[in-house]
């Protein structure tokens, strides 16, 4: 079954078990078991071995298992892929994601491996890492280039050098590119999610960031530490208030529609029948974030 709620992604150095071995008790809604950056060359097909009996012989319960898989221009991927598959993963992250003919490459592979290792076919998602200017400028053509596609990621660090921009703590480097993925994801109907944060100590400004790209519209955020989970969780989870206005939202617009009534005031606010939908969306992130058992959606 599929995640309704992505939240949190970590990546993990899948060269290392012990690091491998029990993530799930964190509470990440993903990992991102890691072949490209956190993998020495001199390591690639150690860690795709690793990786491999880690997806077939590990239990992380209801955890998602993506795999980051090496660049496209490398040796490396099409194996990458093969043992991804073969492992069992639930979707392969593409680095270095510039054109649709990427997406489509990838998806191509993973097919075959599918078919090789008796899978059923569409059951590996895969998700698109933007981390140059040709990348954002191409986001809506990747965005609906596979119907495999769940959605696409910035990679921070990599857009910051490829701009040649200053990384800072407010984030304005980022801007039009976390406004292009957003706005790019969401005429295309699939998933964004941010790029990490680096600061592992400074967790008021990993706050302040994570409410600012959840009020934009991502879905989540990537993270290399399971200390950031608590944070991003509180922030991307609907809180009692949160349910209660949106339950109110429903109930009195269906009520004022039985009287033949367009606009009404909930809580204080007027609202109508286009409120309704996002009052949807957040019982179903809080039912998927098991904070809402009611019956309304």
């Known amino acids: 079954m599929?995640?309704?709620?992505?939240?949190?992604?970590?990546?993990?150095?899948?060269?290392?078990?012990?690091?491998?071995?029990?993530?799930?008790?964190?509470?990440?809604?993903?990992?991102?078991?890691?072949?490209?950056?956190?993998?020495?060359?001199?390591e690639k097909d150690s860690a795709r071995i690793q990786l491999y009996n880690t997806l077939k012989y590990l239990d992380y319960g209801d955890v998602e298992k993506w795999v980051r898989i090496n660049a496209l221009d490398t040796e490396y991927f099409k194996e990458d892929i093969r043992a991804a598959v073969a492992g069992g993963c639930d979707g392969i992250r593409i680095p270095m994601c510039e054109t649709a003919k990427d997406v489509q490459l990838v998806e191509k592979l993973v097919e075959e491996a599918e078919e090789e290792f008796g899978l059923e076919k569409g059951s590996v998602l895969l998700m698109a890492a933007l981390e140059t200017p040709l990348?954002?400028?191409?986001?809506?053509?990747?965005?609906?280039?596979?119907?495999r596609l769940m959605g696409v990621a910035l990679s921070g660090g990599d857009f910051a050098r490829t701009m040649q921009a200053t990384t800072t703590k407010t984030g304005e480097e980022y801007f039009y590119a976390r406004s292009a993925i957003v706005l790019s994801a969401r005429a295309a109907g699939v998933m964004c999610f941010d790029?990490?944060?680096?600061?592992?100590?400074?967790?008021?400004?990993?706050?302040?960031?994570?409410?600012?790209?959840?009020?934009?519209?991502?879905?989540?955020?990537s993270i290399v530490n399971p200390r950031q989970i608590e944070v991003i969780h509180d922030v991307f989870t609907p809180s009692e208030a949160d349910?209660?206005?949106?339950?109110?939202?429903?109930?009195?617009?269906?009520?004022?529609?039985?009287?033949?009534?367009?606009?009404?005031?909930?809580?204080?606010?007027?609202?109508?029948?286009?409120?309704?939908?996002?009052?949807?969306?957040?019982?179903?992130?809080?039912?998927?974030?098991?904070?809402?058992?009611?019956?309304?959606?």
Request: net charge negative.
């Open 2 to 42: 599929r995640r309704s709620i992505r939240r949190t992604m970590m990546f993990l150095n899948t060269q290392k078990a012990s690091l491998v071995k029990d993530p799930y008790v964190y509470g990440p809604d993903c990992v991102i078991l890691d072949l490209e950056d956190a993998v020495s060359q001199s």
């Open 135 to 147: 990348s954002i400028i191409n986001c809506y053509e990747i965005c609906t280039s596979s119907d």
């Open 195 to 221: 790029t990490v944060f680096t600061d592992l100590d400074d967790m008021d400004t990993l706050r302040k960031e994570t409410q600012m790209i959840k009020n934009m519209g991502f879905d989540g955020k």
């Open 243 to 297: 349910i209660a206005s949106a339950e109110h939202i429903i109930l009195g617009v269906k009520e004022a529609e039985a009287q033949g009534i367009g606009v009404l005031t909930v809580d204080g606010k007027m609202v109508d029948i286009a409120h309704v939908e996002g009052a949807k969306r957040t019982l179903k992130l809080a039912k998927a974030a098991g904070v809402y058992e009611g019956g309304l959606v």
